[in-house]
């Protein structure tokens, strides 16, 4: 499909463990953005990818959760020794930023994580 | 800093109904985006428009329609002779100019549209 993919689509694991989430963007954006959305925060930012560019981490909620993006294409969300509070829904994004603002982030369907 | 709020937790309607989704926003910046968001039971977060902080025309697609206006920071969503199809989460969301652009989202409105 032409969308944003993300997998799993579900994922259930137990406390302390580590897991990894995957984001396949739109072909040609170049900007990319994960968030989480949770029962008590809403949505909210986590990072944000451009091109080349030094990522935007300044929503990471601790030094747990990190990202990567690899050939400017998909990415990897990671969060290591998972606690019951990061049970949430978590979302990707892409764009194309072609440098005037504002451009339309197009959701990924989001993997639903619990940690038990 | 920046804000989207949505007061309206969730809103009940019969089919065929007109409804108005409220959402105020906050911000510093002169130029900035406001956005909506369809959320059906699926999940998977469906854009439904954009609007820049320069063009304050209202906004008319079939049965939706927005009113933005700067002189009171709102950019509300009406959806006129609603469906059952329209039940769903609801989300404005403000983005600045430059930079990440990231998303700020209001707390959503969950709409039910009865039969």
């Known amino acids: 499909g032409a969308g944003v993919s993300q997998s799993p689509s579900n994922k259930v694991t137990e406390k302390g463990k580590d897991v990894e989430l995957r984001c396949d963007p739109i072909?040609?954006?170049?900007?990319l953005y994960w968030y989480r959305q949770s029962l008590g925060q809403g949505l909210e930012f986590l990072i944000y990818?451009?091109?080349?560019?030094?990522?935007?981490k300044s929503g990471l909620p601790s030094d747990r959760f990190s990202a990567e993006r690899t050939g400017g294409s998909v990415s990897t969300l990671t969060i290591q020794r998972t606690q019951q509070e990061d049970s949430a829904v978590y979302l990707c994004?892409?764009?194309?930023?072609?440098?005037?603002?504002?451009?339309?982030?197009?959701f990924g369907p989001g993997t639903r994580l619990t940690v038990l | 800093a920046q804000k989207v709020t949505q007061a309206q937790t969730e809103i009940s309607v019969v089919e065929k109904e007109d409804v108005t989704l409220d959402c105020v926003y906050e911000?510093?910046?002169?130029?900035?985006?406001l956005f909506w968001y369809k959320q059906p039971p699926s999940g998977e977060l469906v854009f439904l428009i954009r609007?820049?902080?320069?063009?304050?025309q209202n906004e008319i697609s079939g049965r939706y329609s927005w009113n933005f206006q700067k002189s009171t920071s709102s950019f509300n969503f009406t959806i006129t002779a609603s469906q059952v199809v329209d039940s769903a989460v609801y989300f404005c969301?403000?983005?600045?100019?430059?930079?990440?652009?990231?998303?700020?989202f209001g707390q959503g409105t969950r709409l039910t549209i009865n039969p």
């Open positions: 072909s040609g954006h170049t900007a």
């Open positions: 994004a892409s764009t194309i930023l072609g440098g005037g603002g504002g451009d339309t982030q197009y």
């Open positions: 969301a403000l983005s600045e100019y430059g930079g990440a652009q990231k998303l700020v």
């Open positions: 990818f451009q091109g080349n560019s030094a990522p935007d």
């Open positions: 911000t510093r910046d002169t130029t900035y985006y």
């Open positions: 609007r820049n902080s320069f063009d304050e």
